[in-house]
């Protein structure tokens, strides 16, 4: 340990953090000493952020170790979050330590550091507060392996005792945890304190793997149905808390998973332990969604305060579009939430549209709302006699931002009855009001008139390059003179930055933006993929040449959004070679979702259409 009166012993002005210059370290740890608890709070607050800064550490971080050791002790109501600074500021991947780079690496200079000087630290494991000693088990865990022997030896000697004495159970889980990184097993699956059986039961499931044991299955479902309410506050290496953990590992073996959460919902889904379970299988493993979505079901009535319930709602919705005939008792239950009078009725309400119950259609025209209209849309698009009606008069009332752009979009599914429409798209594009849809869709209208035309010429001027672009298509497509819209595009093709959304609109204007060429071809070497992709998708609508595109679109073909894209131009293309057949198998029969995918994504099931597409392509070659 090194006091504060050293700190000028340190070239720190020499040494850096996150924000450069170290020289506001010394500043940062004279205040930990301060009587005034929220000084020293900022303190800790500002040395997370600059000698450790997302998972990051730096050269000042080390020479900062000895010093954070002497506030350990000498600051003792900040006792608890200096420990977890010293663990997080260790934390490395065991792995990494007999890689070549380790040596000179900023994060085992604090390893060394912490290693000499733990042994005056480990007097934190008997201390009267409980924060403390679990937080001296964090510092001990993260340097475990890298103690010398002699270290080891008194260090597993103060962990055997409070493993063995400690009044409170979690420490006593935390001490067995601890010891497994030093090679200590302990038969803990018999203890009669159950966090010690959980956290013995999560060991052996690591050691495992999947499939997991059935026998360990019962006891985490059995002693995992209630979180430890401490363990927010005490994550492990990677910054990951226990019960993180015990998801990641359950979530790698699907129908383990699943059977724990139904009897952690059964048992009341305390902090909504069972739906969070259940909706990470569902984000992380395909066609588990008629199982997800019973026990999700099953959730709801154990759901504690409006909020809790608004997201399992939102994720049954999201999930049940994936169902081809969601099942009677799932609509009805959905029904019975969208019926109340609850701030909880909206989520229900879209859940019961994404079903394809036609009782929602009554619903959402009583309870109109433009991300309710925009989903009754696309899957009652044979209701367009009295959705329409309902989209206009709320365009006339003058929606804005995203919820004038949903109901524009709402209309896309209707075709050619979206024509009733055109007065209140012209006042959209008169107003600025979701203009860019707004022009989009009065081109695929194909209802000309003097006002429209006029007025899609004069955005073409626009101050918003995405409604330039937008209107210049729209303008061709309704008076077929591409002149305007080829000196618009030469315009924006001329400028760096997001060129792949102008050479995204221009699939409508196909040959005729042959002039374009010149800029568009160099385009197919462009740094950043979306560019590229884009770029590869237009040369072939305009030269309905797959030769060169193809070659392109091939290489970014790949589990990602962006990949998905190139594979959907491929499709279009009507070509697919043979190299490309082992990735669509992948992409059609893994048993993982290849893309992200959750309530939260905003984005439709990328995933479930990567898997389609490939499903398509493999039974067309």
């Known amino acids: 340990m090194t006091s504060p009166a050293e700190l000028d012993r340190v070239q720190w002005h020499a040494l850096t953090h996150a ?13 930990l000493y301060e009587s005034d608890g929220k000084t020293a709070d900022e303190a800790i607050y500002e040395l997370y952020g600059n000698i450790h800064h997302q998972g990051t550490v730096y050269s000042a971080s080390a020479p900062a170790v000895p010093f954070l050791a002497h506030a350990v002790r000498h600051a003792p109501n900040k006792r608890a979050e200096l420990l977890m600074l010293l663990a997080v500021l260790s934390d490395h991947d065991p792995a990494d330590v007999d890689l070549p780079h380790w040596a000179s690496s900023s994060v085992a200079a604090v390893c060394v550091e912490l290693c000499r000087v733990l042994p005056e630290l480990l007097f934190c494991l008997k201390d009267t507060e409980r924060g403390v000693r679990r937080a001296a088990l ?3 865990a993260a340097v475990a392996e890298l103690l010398p022997a002699e270290q080891r030896v008194s260090a597993m000697a103060q962990l055997d005792a409070v493993y063995a004495t400690d009044p409170v159970p979690s420490v006593r889980a935390d001490a067995m945890v601890v010891l497994a990184r030093f090679g200590r097993e302990t038969a803990a699956l018999d203890s009669p304190l159950p966090e010690v059986r959980l956290a013995a039961a999560m060991l052996a499931v690591a050691r495992s793997g999947p499939p997991y044991p059935a026998d360990l299955m019962d006891v985490i479902a059995e002693d995992g149905a209630e979180p430890d309410p401490g363990d927010d506050d005490f994550p492990w290496s990677g910054t990951t808390t226990q019960d ?18 139904a009897r952690w919902i059964t048992a009341g889904d305390v902090g909504s332990r069972g739906s969070w379970l259940v909706e990470e299988i569902a984000e992380t493993w395909r066609d588990r969604e008629p199982a997800v979505l019973d026990l999700l079901v099953a959730a709801l009535p154990h759901q504690r305060g409006a909020r809790a319930l608004a997201s399992r709602l939102r994720t049954i919705g999201h999930w049940v579009e994936l169902l081809p005939e969601p099942d009677a008792g799932l609509r009805d239950t959905l029904h019975q939430y969208a019926g109340a009078d609850e701030e909880t009725a909206g989520p229900a309400l879209l859940a019961l549209v994404h079903s394809r119950d036609f009782r929602a259609l009554e619903l959402v025209l009583r309870r109109p709302s433009a991300r309710l209209l925009a989903a009754a849309a696309q899957h009652f698009p044979e209701a367009a006699d009295q959705l329409i009606p309902v989209i206009r008069r709320e365009l006339a009332a003058g929606a804005t931002g995203n919820e004038g752009i949903a ?33 989009r869709q009065l081109g695929a209208n194909g209802i000309a008139t003097r006002e429209t035309t006029d007025l899609l010429s004069e955005a073409t001027q626009s101050t918003d390059l995405a409604l330039r672009a937008a209107a210049a298509v729209a303008h061709y497509q309704l008076s077929g003179d591409v002149d305007p819209a080829l000196r618009t595009f030469e315009g924006l093709l001329s400028r760096t930055g997001q060129t792949h959304w102008y050479l995204s609109a221009l699939e409508p204007l196909r040959s005729a933006a042959a002039p374009l060429l010149p800029f568009i071809e160099p385009l197919l070497g462009a740094g950043y993929e979306w560019t590229r ?5 237009a040369l072939y609508w305009i030269t309905g040449s797959p030769d060169r595109a193809v070659p392109v679109l091939v290489e970014l073909v790949g589990p990602t959004p962006v990949g998905l894209r190139a594979l959907k131009a491929l499709a279009a293309t009507g070509q697919v070679p043979e190299e490309l057949l082992p990735t669509l198998r992948s992409f059609a029969f893994s048993p993982l979702r290849l893309i992200h995918d959750s309530s939260l994504s905003g984005q439709d099931h990328l995933d479930e259409e990567l898997r389609t597409l490939a499903r398509t392509l493999l039974a067309a070659d």
Not at 244 to 261: F, G, I, N, Q, Y
């Open 533 to 537: 992709v884009a770029a590869a998708e």
């Open 19 to 31: 924000y450069g210059s170290a020289e506001d370290v010394p500043e940062l740890i004279k205040a």
């Open 407 to 439: 109901l524009v979009g709402a209309l896309a599914p209707f075709g050619t009855a979206a024509r009733q429409a055109l007065p209140e798209l012209v006042a959209c594009l008169q107003t600025r009001r979701a203009a860019i849809v707004a022009a």
């Open 138 to 140: 964090r510092v001990v």
């Open 244 to 261: 993180e953990r015990l998801r990641r590992l359950l979530t790698e073996d699907p129908d383990a998973s699943l059977t724990v959460a």
